[in-house]
């Protein structure tokens, strides 16, 4: 369903479960950066109800997340660190689009957010199947389900707004990217890494 060309070896659960306050530190920050996301697009697309509406909810839908990874960090007596820098994150945005109008800054932004949302829906799962820690299966496995929400969103708005870019061609350039991106993770403790 979300279409990605490159499964996530479930041996980079290995690497998560061997440091665990830092798999839940990165956690935290990319639920910060998916509300942050959804606020640009707020602030930039502020005559678009029904986009402006949606974005709000998944805006605090994503704190909501925050909330409850650094509620979990709490409980297990670990502490929040400084916030991570994401580069897979930072090698999909290299693939935007940023000479078109305003209305193709709209769709690129949105594709870009379904990308991160669909491989982080796909990282929830590898953990919740397999991670041996019962809590930390049930709370990847709940959030999986929320991000393949959000997942869903983001492209249907690529879709209803989109002025002249084919979003079913553009997405799969989009796909094949991705692909040639996260071959090169797997290997770190963090969602993306
Ligand atoms: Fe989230
Ligand atoms: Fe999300």
């Not at 409850?68 to 007596?77: A, F, N, Q």
């Not at 799969?172 to 797997?186: F, P, Q, R, S």
């Amino acid at each position: 369903m979300l279409g990605l060309k490159l499964a996530t070896d479930p041996r980079w659960v290995n690497i998560v479960e061997s440091n665990i306050e830092e798999i839940l530190t990165d956690h935290a920050w990319c639920e910060q950066k998916a509300a942050s996301n959804a606020i640009y697009i707020i602030v930039n697309n502020s005559e678009k109800h029904d986009l402006v509406a949606e974005m709000t909810n998944i805006a605090i839908e994503e704190m909501e997340h925050f909330k409850m990874v650094i509620d979990l960090i709490k409980e297990r007596g670990l502490t929040l660190g400084r916030e991570r820098k994401d580069d897979y994150v930072s090698d999909l945005a290299k693939f935007c689009r940023k000479d078109g109008s305003r209305n193709d800054a709209l769709i690129e932004r949105l594709l870009f957010a379904a990308m991160i949302e669909a491989r982080s829906c796909e990282r929830f799962r590898v953990l919740s199947q397999n991670i041996k820690d019962p809590e930390l299966a049930k709370f990847y496995h709940d959030l999986m389900a929320s991000e393949a929400g959000h997942y869903t969103t983001f492209l249907k708005f690529a879709k209803q707004y989109s002025e002249r870019t084919d979003v079913d061609k553009r997405w799969k350039e989009w796909l094949e990217y991705e692909a040639t991106v996260i071959a090169k993770y797997g290997k770190k403790e963090t969602i993306h890494g």
